[in-house]
Every structure is written in C-alpha cells, then in structure tokens.
T-cell receptor
Framework: GQNIDQPTEMTATEGAIVQINCTYQTSGFNGLFWYQQHAGEAPTFLSYNVLDGLEEKGRFSSFLSRSKGYSYLLLKELQMKDSASYLCAVSPLSGGYNKLIFGAGTRLAVHP | ETGVTQTPRHLVMGMTNKKSLKCEQHLGHNAMYWYKQSAKKPLELMFVYSLEERVENNSVPSRFSPECPNSSHLFLHLHTLQPEDSALYLC?????????????FGQGTRLTVV
C-alpha cells in the first residue's frame, strides 16, 4: 500500500519562500504529483515528478528522491493567493489508467 | 474552469432518498474517477472507469452505485445514505497511458445527509 505523510499546517510571510515536504512508502509508482486546492474548489494540478531531481515551473518547483521516499514542493515569492491546501499524491503502477493516492494535504496560510 | 463539470454543486438529502451526482468532461479522456473528500482526511479514491468499464471499486458500500454510459459522462447514484457519507464528492478524468498525465478535477458536489 501507500502511506503518504505531509505536515498538516504551515504558515509563511508574503514574499518569502516555503518548502512543503512529503514522504511516502510505496512499492512502486509512475509519478508523484502536487495539487493545489483552495477552500471549496477543485484541486488543480501544479507539477509532477517522474525521475529524481527538481522540476521548475515559474514560482513553483517540485523535487523527488525515489531512493529516499521523499518529495517537496517549493513556493517562491509567496503571494496571499497562495493560501490553500497543497496535496501530494502518487500514481501507483496500474493497468493503463492514472489513479491517484493522496496525502491528507498541507494547509498553507500566507500572512502579510 | 477545468473542463470537468459536476452537478449539482450542493445537495442535501435524507437517509431514505435516492439521488444522483453527475459528472461531464469533454476533454477526450478515457478514464474517469470518483473521489470522496471528508473533513481532515485525504482524498479517497472510490471508483475508476477506463474506456467505460469499471476497473476499480475501492471497497465502497453498495449504497453508492456508479454508472458510466459513455466516455464523457459519469454518474454516482446514491440511496439510503448515512450521515457519515456527508462529504465533498469529486469527479476527475485523465488520459490513460504512461501514468504520468495529470488528472483534471471537477468542482465537486458538497453532499449533506440528514
């Protein structure tokens, strides 16, 4: 099975950098995904990692180490609108479809 | 707008009622999913449909009955629910393949069982 752990809550200051960690135990997966979810809204895709290393997309970057069972999402130049939950998910090896197994999410509060 | 539309957005139903949740996508995806999101719990995968065939049922009680009439539509039929079934029900779709393509989620249906 998959156990995915993330901190429950984090706070940060506008303009700062924050790193949200995700650890997992899984027998194998295709990719690791990060989603953002504002309260009452749909989760929206941020990034995914297949290979070890850093993937950068504007203010957001995600890192994966398969050998360490570890990923993080890095948010730079924080804005108030970044206050949301950030969901770490793995896509297990499966027969031709991409189900996701999610962590409980990290609720990030950005303060002025 | 993510390309996945769910209706209704909010639903209140009694434990003896029968209702259905609807999901529609026109992204050309061949896989569709139902997830349940309860307060302070991870998103839980309920059902997976691939090419209109149900390929996964994650031990979901029979009071939840999915239906996929075509590749664009997915339903979740509800009957004799319990108050603990109150949650946000999210539909998602993706294009199967290497497993590295993202899923697109609908806005969800906020269900309250009274």
């Amino acid at each position: 099975g998959q156990n995915i752990d993330q901190p429950t809550e984090m706070t940060a200051t506008e303009g700062a950098i924050v790193q949200i960690n995700c650890t997992y135990q899984t027998s194998g997966f295709n990719g690791l995904f990060w989603y953002q979810q504002h309260a009452g809204e749909a989760p929206t895709f941020l990034s995914y990692n297949v290979l070890d290393g850093l993937e950068e997309k504007g203010r957001f970057s995600s890192f994966l180490s398969r050998s360490k069972g570890y990923s993080y999402l890095l948010l730079k130049e924080l804005q108030m609108k970044d206050s949301a939950s950030y969901l770490c998910a793995v896509s297990p090896l499966s027969g031709g479809y991409n189900k996701l197994i999610f962590g409980a999410g990290t609720r990030l509060a950005v303060h002025p | 707008e993510t390309g996945v539309t769910q209706t209704p957005r909010h639903l209140v139903m009694g434990m003896t009622n029968k209702k259905s949740l609807k999901c529609e996508q026109h992204l050309g995806h061949n896989a569709m999913y139902w997830y349940k999101q309860s307060a302070k719990k991870p998103l839980e995968l309920m059902f997976v449909y691939s090419l209109e065939e149900r390929v996964e049922n994650n031990s979901v009680p029979s009071r939840f009955s999915p239906e996929c009439p075509n590749s664009s539509h997915l339903f979740l039929h509800l009957h004799t629910l319990q108050p603990e079934d109150s949650a946000l029900y999210l539909c998602a779709s993706s294009q199967p393949g290497s497993g590295n393509t993202e899923a697109f989620f609908g806005q969800g249906t906020r269900l309250t069982v009274v």
